[in-house]
Nanobody, 125 residues
Framework: VQLQASGGGLVQAGGSLRLSCVSSGHTSSWRVMSWFRQVPGKEREFVAAIWWGSAYTTYKDSVKGRFTISRDKAKNTVYLEMNSLKPEDTAVYFC???????????????????WGQGTQVTVSS
């Protein structure tokens, strides 16, 4: 199984980006796919998650109302639509997936078995 993230870039504050993460391999049994982000010297932090079957979503408080996570089952792809970007959103964004994760652990990076390679998002002020 591989996860391939893309869509990062440089954008001005207030702008938008759309990240994509395509999964290949045995993807039909995903329970959750999520996005995390990380800046140098800090731990990887949870951004958003989507339950593959129901499409139920959950978000980090600071991105609620600005970011939207969605999934396309037919394309084995999860998206992160990011609007009203702020400089503090600058980070490397990673997609993650897991088959057996429980709800109470979806915000913990160590709970995920599969990770994409990361895509850089830079928001200039």
């Amino acid at each position: 199984v591989q996860l391939q993230a893309s869509g990062g870039g440089l954008v001005q504050a207030g702008g938008s980006l759309r990240l994509s993460c395509v999964s290949s391999g045995h993807t039909s049994s995903w329970r959750v796919m999520s996005w995390f982000r990380q800046v140098p010297g800090k731990e990887r932090e949870f951004v958003a998650a989507i339950w593959w079957g129901s499409a139920y979503t959950t978000y980090k408080d600071s991105v609620k109302g600005r970011f939207t996570i969605s999934r396309d089952k037919a394309k084995n792809t999860v998206y992160l639509e990011m609007n009203s970007l702020k400089p503090e959103d600058t980070a490397v964004y990673f997609c993650a997936a897991d088959r057996g994760i429980i709800a109470s652990s979806i915000g913990e990076s160590r709970a995920y078995d599969y990770w994409g390679q990361g895509t850089q998002v830079t928001v200039s002020s």
